[in-house]
């Protein structure tokens, strides 16, 4: 195990509130950066850090910032993507619960670094009191000059407003999220126009994950050399690993990025459940094709994950027992981007739907020996083919489970066919 | 028109739609305030936010009938959202809400005929290490059995 502490996820019972953040240290990185750089130099540094995007596409963030036109007075703006409704994924909420002031502190920087003056924090609405706990500290922050006008003193003007989602996996695209944000349905846009040109307001947006904006401090407290240095060459700092499912310890565990799969769930979070093994690991939310006990050296990073042609998404690992049917497996799945499906494009509002009354079917004891294929058929169609990436998200797991679990998922079938 | 709201929410609402750069983007926050004064949002109370924000009362519909957790018809007292997706399943989801269904004498998307209790399997919570876990109203509670949901019931007021 290493002896690297945890940083954005401090204990405590009153860990939130202003008073013990400004005991870590929190706004003193914020007051010497805007007092002291040009958001140029800001900019650079996070690039310098490493640091990639926490909330599934790993897109480096100074980079991203880059692309928005500084020219010009005509308001920009940053979202921050607070939906965290991708299913074993639960890692914002613990850090807006027990340090919503680190948030803050790096949207001040973030905006800074942009020329960025209103920031739009979008939360599910399920987080009701974790929206409410961010609008006390925004107040809080307010009083004491850390936002709002000529914050530290500075000529910087930021506002931050929290803005509630109603229920909507989709809205978590970061397309869909700004058409929310403007009052209308969830749909994903077409892109190009990217946000960083077009965005909210058709104006240049900056959209960022909560975990990603909430690092930034830290390469500022400690600088990007040692941020840096706690992860991969490629991929700066720790990673907020979310263990759920079939294991003795479910939780969140602060490691460095690239630490494998197999330490997370025995060293950290207990190894499986008493009296089971180990049948699957989705290792990065509900998205991320599934592996298989014979893939857990991976280490957890983007490009590891990649080449297993599955993705280290939002680090959400969830561990299935072997004492669970995979045809059950299959049907949540499937039933979950069903539901979540926004409607707008053909291939995945059917394909979804389809996939999911097929996997029912199976689960029935009602499978034919060819629905493996018009599953794998139905997700191909899929892939690749709609506006958004949740065309990808709904048929990659699908056709991994269909892949490394077929035996089984043909056992099932074999054994509703006999029944019948 | 006959819908009216509280003057404090009315004055809310006010402040709410000047932070946005245009009103239309008020149009969520505006239907979650109706939604927790009222409780449901009536065709009145879309015209009402039609009017309200400059909207044709169609953008008010296409917006209510988008999002899961905006309702047009009244709901219980206790709106209990149990998770049903992977995390919560794997831990014993199903069991809870057979257990509250047959406890509530009503299914999963149902309102007890007192009006007390609206029961609802949902999706990810986003609280799956205190799986299984379920929300009243805004409060979560994980890991639940039933023997704790029972208690966690008759503790509400």
Same mark, same amino acid.
């Given at each position: 195990?290493?002896?690297?502490?945890?940083?954005?996820?401090?204990?405590?019972?009153?860990?939130?509130?202003?008073?013990?953040?400004?005991?870590?240290? #929190?706004? !003193?990185?914020?007051?010497?950066?805007?007092?002291?750089?040009?958001?140029? !130099?800001?900019?650079?540094?996070?690039?310098?850090?490493?640091?990639?995007?926490?909330?599934? /596409? #790993?897109?480096?963030? *100074?980079?991203?910032?880059?692309?928005?036109?500084?020219?010009?007075?005509?308001?920009?703006?940053?979202?921050?993507?607070?939906?965290?409704?991708?299913? &074993?994924?639960?890692?914002?909420?613990?850090?807006?619960?027990?340090?919503?002031?680190?948030?803050?502190?790096?949207?001040?920087? @973030?905006?800074?670094?942009?020329?960025?003056?209103?920031?739009?924090?979008?939360?599910? /609405?399920?987080?009701?009191?974790? =929206?409410?706990?961010?609008? @006390?500290?925004?107040?809080?922050?307010?009083?004491? *000059?850390?936002?709002?006008?000529?914050?530290? &003193?500075?000529?910087?003007?930021?506002?931050?407003?929290?803005?509630? *989602?109603? *229920?909507?996996?989709?809205?978590? !695209?970061?397309?869909?999220?700004?058409?929310?944000?403007?009052?209308?349905?969830?749909?994903?846009?077409?892109?190009?126009?990217?946000?960083?040109?077009?965005?909210?307001?058709?104006?240049?947006?900056?959209?960022?994950?909560?975990?990603?904006?909430?690092?930034?401090?830290?390469?500022?407290?400690?600088?990007?050399?040692?941020?840096? #240095?706690?992860?991969?060459?490629?991929?700066?700092?720790?990673?907020?690993? &979310?263990? +759920?499912?079939?294991?003795?310890?479910?939780?969140?565990?602060?490691?460095?990025?690239?630490?494998?799969?197999?330490?997370?769930?025995?060293?950290?979070? #207990?190894?499986?459940?008493?009296?089971?093994?180990?049948?699957?690991?989705?290792?990065?939310?509900?998205?991320?094709?599934?592996?298989?006990? &014979?893939?857990?050296?991976?280490?957890?990073?983007?490009? +590891?994950?990649?080449? /297993?042609? +599955?993705?280290?998404?939002?680090?959400?690992?969830?561990?299935?027992?072997?004492?669970?049917?995979?045809?059950?497996?299959?049907?949540?799945?499937?039933?979950?981007? =069903?539901?979540?499906?926004?409607?707008?494009?053909?291939?995945?509002?059917?394909?979804?739907?389809?996939? +999911?009354?097929?996997?029912?079917?199976?689960?029935?004891?009602?499978?034919?020996?060819?629905?493996?294929?018009?599953?794998?058929?139905?997700?191909?169609?899929?892939?690749?083919?709609?506006?958004?990436?949740?065309?990808?998200? /709904?048929?990659?797991?699908?056709?991994?489970?269909?892949?490394?679990?077929?035996?089984?998922?043909?056992?099932?079938?074999?054994?509703?066919?006999?029944?019948? | 028109?006959?819908?009216?709201?509280?003057?404090?929410?009315?004055?809310?609402?006010?402040?709410?739609?000047?932070?946005?750069?245009?009103?239309?983007?008020?149009?969520?926050?505006?239907?979650?305030?109706?939604?927790?004064?009222?409780?449901?949002?009536?065709?009145?109370?879309?015209?009402?936010?039609?009017?309200?924000?400059?909207?044709?009362?169609?953008?008010?519909?296409?917006?209510?009938?988008?999002?899961?957790?905006?309702?047009?018809?009244? $709901?219980?007292?206790?709106?209990?959202?149990?998770?049903?997706?992977?995390?919560?399943?794997? $831990?014993?989801?199903?069991?809870?809400?057979?257990?509250?269904?047959?406890?509530?004498?009503?299914?999963?998307?149902?309102?007890?005929?007192?009006?007390?209790?609206?029961?609802?399997?949902?999706?990810?919570?986003?609280?799956?290490?205190?799986?299984?876990?379920?929300?009243?109203?805004?409060?979560?509670? %994980?890991?639940?059995?039933?023997?704790?949901?029972? $208690?966690?019931?008759? %503790?509400?007021?």
């Amino acid at each position: 195990m290493t002896g690297i502490p945890a940083t954005l996820i401090p204990t405590g019972e009153d860990s939130f509130r202003l008073e013990a953040y400004l005991g870590r240290g #929190g706004y !003193e990185a914020a007051r010497t950066v805007l007092l002291t750089k040009k958001p140029q !130099e800001v900019m650079e540094e996070v690039k310098k850090a490493n640091l990639r995007g926490r909330g599934g /596409a #790993g897109f480096p963030a *100074g980079s991203k910032w880059a692309f928005v036109p500084q020219a010009g007075d005509l308001p920009k703006y940053l979202c921050v993507n607070a939906d965290e409704g991708e299913p &074993g994924t639960f890692k914002d909420r613990v850090i807006m619960t027990r340090d919503p002031h680190l948030l803050l502190e790096g949207i001040v920087l @973030a905006s800074y670094a942009v020329g960025i003056h209103t920031a739009f924090i979008y939360i599910r /609405a399920e987080y009701e009191s974790i =929206a409410r706990r961010l609008e @006390a500290a925004i107040d809080e922050a307010r009083e004491k *000059g850390f936002l709002g006008a000529g914050i530290f &003193g500075s000529g910087f003007d930021l506002e931050v407003l929290v803005h509630r *989602g109603a *229920g909507s996996y989709i809205c978590g !695209e970061e397309t869909a999220l700004l058409e929310s944000i403007e009052g209308k349905r969830g749909w994903p846009r077409l892109k190009p126009p990217f946000p960083a040109s077009v965005g909210l307001f058709r104006r240049p947006t900056v959209i960022n994950n909560v975990e990603t904006i909430a690092n930034v401090p830290l390469i500022f407290r400690y600088g990007a050399e040692w941020f840096a #240095g706690r992860g991969l060459p490629r991929d700066g700092g720790t990673r907020l690993f &979310g263990v +759920s499912g079939a294991v003795q310890k479910p939780g969140l565990y602060e490691l460095p990025v690239g630490t494998p799969l197999r330490t997370i769930i025995y060293d950290w979070a #207990g190894g499986p459940a008493a009296g089971q093994g180990i049948k699957a690991v989705v290792p990065g939310g509900l998205s991320a094709p599934f592996l298989t006990p &014979g893939e857990l050296d991976i280490p957890m990073d983007y490009e +590891s994950l990649a080449r /297993a042609r +599955s993705m280290l998404g939002s680090a959400g690992i969830i561990v299935i027992g072997d004492r669970t049917p995979i045809i059950d497996i299959l049907r949540i799945v499937a039933r979950f981007y =069903a539901h979540e499906s926004c409607g707008q494009c053909t291939p995945c509002r059917i394909g979804t739907t389809w996939i +999911s009354k097929i996997a029912d079917r199976i689960g029935a004891g009602g499978g034919a020996p060819d629905d493996l294929d018009l599953i794998r058929h139905l997700a191909q169609g899929m892939k690749g083919k709609t506006l958004c990436p949740m065309g990808d998200a /709904a048929a990659l797991p699908v056709l991994s489970i269909v892949e490394k679990f077929g035996k089984e998922l043909g056992e099932t079938i074999s054994r509703g066919a006999e029944r019948r | 028109m006959t819908f009216s709201l509280s003057a404090g929410n009315a004055k809310r609402i006010e402040e709410l739609v000047r932070r946005y750069p245009t009103k239309e983007a008020a149009l969520l926050p505006v239907l979650h305030i109706l939604q927790r004064e009222k409780g449901y949002i009536s065709p009145e109370a879309e015209e009402w936010v039609a009017a309200t924000l400059d909207l044709p009362p169609l953008r008010v519909r296409e917006v209510l009938s988008f999002y899961t957790l905006l309702r047009r018809k009244p $709901a219980g007292k206790y709106v209990i959202q149990v998770c049903r997706n992977i995390s919560c399943f794997l $831990a014993g989801s199903e069991d809870i809400i057979r257990h509250l269904e047959s406890r509530l004498g009503i299914k999963a998307g149902e309102t007890t005929a007192d009006g007390k209790y609206t029961l609802l399997a949902v999706e990810c919570l986003g609280n799956c290490d205190h799986a299984p876990c379920l929300m009243i109203n805004d409060d979560d509670h %994980g890991p639940v059995s039933e023997d704790t949901v029972d $208690a966690i019931l008759k %503790g509400l007021p």
